[in-house]
């Protein structure tokens, strides 16, 4: 076995030359490792394509058909008031353990928008935290949330209940499950999907990706109110104007807050207030429109 005999390179006149030795490291010629470069922030027409992708799988779609069900409620031999909007109906009458298990796969697919929301906002090097998600201020949020679902949820009961002697409004039944042992958790947890995808999609998201696209924050709080009508027009005129004017009521408090957790309270304790309340009063109080 042979040594092999290593030459250095040499000019073409024959001149041996020398590699130049390597720069120690830390030295000034020496260049240091260039780590990952921060990812430029989308463009104007991405961002406004984001959010309408967004809403095109999730609440903007529920708005389009709310105003479809809206004229078939308009262009019905009946009137308003005499037809029914059920918010909480059962799934597979007569049988009370599928019916669960369609409750339950229907409450946690409608939580994916919500996923999709996070996942945008960790992609953009923010996270839940960035639009008020989070545990941070639990006493103050808690606090906060519980008087705006006093004063929105009574105003709210008191605006509906006009709104139905007047012919604008569908009765609307907030449940018509059957009276089995899993029916108030379903109602619980329907609040807390409602107030959940409302609160974080329309509320937080909406109105953070306006402001990033420098739109005006009362144009900003007006659209995010139309989209929040929108999806409950299927329950009448009613419907739409009153959540309207909560969405604009929310939206100023939250560019005010910068959190979300006080008006997800908010919604919650409405929503479950609503549903457990209905299916303790419905036919048993006068005030109450009979399902």
Do not use: C
């Not at 929301?117 to 923010?126: K, N």
């Not at 941070?136 to 105003?155: F, K």
């Amino acid at each position: 076995m042979t040594d092999e005999t290593r030459t250095p390179p040499t000019t073409p006149d024959g001149q041996t030359t020398l590699a130049a030795p390597a720069a120690p490291p830390g030295s000034a010629s020496s260049s240091p490792p260039s780590g990952p470069a921060a990812p430029a922030p989308p463009d104007r027409r991405l961002q406004i394509w984001e959010i309408v992708a967004v809403f095109a799988v999730s609440l903007g779609a529920s708005g389009l058909y709310a105003l479809v069900n809206l004229i078939g409620s308009l262009t019905a031999k009946q009137s308003l008031s005499s037809q029914t909007a059920v918010l909480n109906g059962s799934m597979a009458p007569g049988r009370p353990l599928l019916d669960l298990s369609l409750h339950l796969l229907n409450i946690i697919l409608s939580l994916a928008p919500v996923l999709l929301v996070f996942y945008l906002l960790a992609r953009a090097g923010e996270g839940p935290s960035a639009i008020g998600v989070d545990t941070r201020q639990p006493g103050r949020d808690l606090a906060r949330g519980a008087a705006l679902a006093a004063v929105i949820g009574g105003s709210g009961l008191g605006l509906y209940l006009i709104a139905y002697h007047v012919g604008v409004e569908l009765n609307v039944v907030a449940e018509d499950l059957p009276d089995v042992w899993w029916r108030i958790p379903v109602l619980l947890l329907s609040a807390f999907q409602n107030a959940a995808v409302e609160e974080v999609v329309v509320l937080g998201y909406l109105l953070s990706r306006l402001d990033k696209l420098g739109v005006r924050p009362r144009w900003a709080i007006a659209i995010s109110a139309v989209i929040r009508g929108s999806y409950h027009l299927y329950q009448g005129v009613g419907g739409f104007v009153g959540n309207a004017v909560m969405g604009v009521v929310f939206g100023v408090l939250f560019r005010r807050w910068g959190r979300v957790m006080p008006m997800f309270i908010a919604h919650f304790l409405i929503d479950a207030v609503a549903f457990v309340g209905y299916a303790i009063l419905a036919g048993h109080v006068s005030w109450l429109p009979a399902p």
